[in-house]
């Protein structure tokens, strides 16, 4: 007589490491655990990067990855005038910046130390050294940059802000540098992945500033801007 096969039954302990096991998985590894994978697998904040190096630094997880969104076009009016005095100083902010780049710094007379007339600036994004002539003719060889630019911003963000804020952010130090005219002239309205400094050791420190921007004012970023950064990023110390 063939000899009959006993059922095998799983024991009520067995069976409670098993759920316990797998109710742990998921918490860990789910959808719902540590938020680091999203649904299709896009890290929370920005795309998935597919090479390992390009993997997104903590500070930049907050970072809103997303393309252009605003639906009436740029004007630099929306902004405000240009170079207003915020901080009540008694100086706009353009020369502001200028006190606070240049070098050498020498003042217009009749301008209670806050007019520059001279100075001497090391630009960081040439790493060129650049002097400073107040004049009609001479101006512009250093320029005031938006390390976010205006246009971009109001394409990420900007365009649902109130004026005061959009007039803050014109004139906030954080977003602002003294730099190489041409340099800024080239620069224009571009996001990190249609141009970077000329001088490549300040690369790092470009895109930790234009992250730093987007972050403190809840801007978004283009996907291939945020992708440029991490390829930056990937490189620093």
Same mark, same amino acid.
């Given at each position: 007589?063939?000899?009959?096969?006993? !059922?095998?039954?799983?024991?009520?302990? /067995?069976?409670?490491?098993?759920? @316990?096991?797998?109710?742990?998985?998921?918490?860990?590894?789910?959808?719902?655990?540590?938020?680091?994978?999203?649904?299709?697998?896009?890290?929370?904040?920005?795309?998935?990067?597919?090479?390992?190096?390009?993997?997104?630094?903590?500070?930049?997880?907050?970072?809103?990855?997303?393309?252009? !969104?605003?639906?009436?076009? $740029?004007?630099?009016?929306?902004?405000? *005038?240009?170079?207003?005095?915020?901080?009540?100083?008694?100086?706009?902010?353009?020369?502001? %910046?200028?006190?606070?780049? =240049?070098?050498?710094?020498?003042?217009?007379?009749?301008?209670?130390?806050?007019?520059?007339?001279?100075?001497?600036?090391?630009?960081?994004?040439? +790493?060129?050294?650049?002097?400073?002539?107040?004049?009609?003719?001479?101006? *512009?060889?250093?320029? @005031?940059? #938006?390390? %976010?630019?205006?246009?971009?911003?109001?394409? #990420?963000?900007?365009?649902?802000?109130?004026?005061?804020?959009?007039?803050?952010?014109? &004139?906030?130090?954080? +977003? =602002? !540098?003294?730099?190489?005219?041409?340099? &800024?002239?080239?620069?224009?309205?571009?996001?990190?992945?249609?141009?970077?400094?000329?001088?490549?050791? $300040?690369?790092?420190?470009? /895109?930790?500033?234009?992250?730093?921007?987007? =972050?403190?004012?809840?801007?978004? @970023?283009?996907? *291939?801007?945020?992708?440029?950064?991490?390829?930056? *990023?990937?490189?620093?110390?």
């Amino acid at each position: 007589m063939p000899r009959r096969r006993r !059922s095998r039954r799983i024991s009520l302990p /067995v069976m409670l490491v098993v759920v @316990i096991a797998v109710a742990m998985w998921v918490y860990v590894y789910g959808p719902e655990g540590d938020g680091s994978l999203a649904a299709g697998g896009a890290a929370t904040g920005g795309p998935a990067a597919s090479d390992p190096a390009l993997a997104p630094d903590p500070d930049l997880a907050g970072l809103v990855v997303a393309p252009p !969104s605003s639906a009436s076009p $740029y004007d630099r009016d929306l902004f405000g *005038e240009a170079w207003l005095d915020v901080d009540g100083n008694g100086c706009d902010t353009r020369n502001d %910046v200028l006190i606070r780049d =240049l070098a050498d710094v020498r003042f217009r007379a009749d301008s209670a130390d806050c007019i520059v007339r001279t100075g001497t600036l090391t630009d960081p994004y040439t +790493n060129t050294v650049i002097s400073f002539v107040r004049g009609p003719d001479t101006s *512009e060889a250093v320029q @005031i940059d #938006h390390v %976010v630019p205006l246009s971009y911003a109001w394409q #990420h963000g900007a365009s649902e802000w109130p004026d005061d804020v959009r007039e803050a952010f014109a &004139n906030d130090p954080a +977003n =602002l !540098s003294a730099v190489d005219g041409p340099a &800024n002239q080239s620069k224009s309205d571009s996001g990190p992945a249609e141009w970077m400094p000329p001088a490549a050791d $300040y690369a790092c420190t470009y /895109v930790d500033r234009f992250a730093d921007v987007l =972050l403190s004012y809840g801007l978004t @970023i283009a996907p *291939e801007d945020y992708d440029a950064v991490l390829r930056v *990023e990937a490189g620093c110390p």
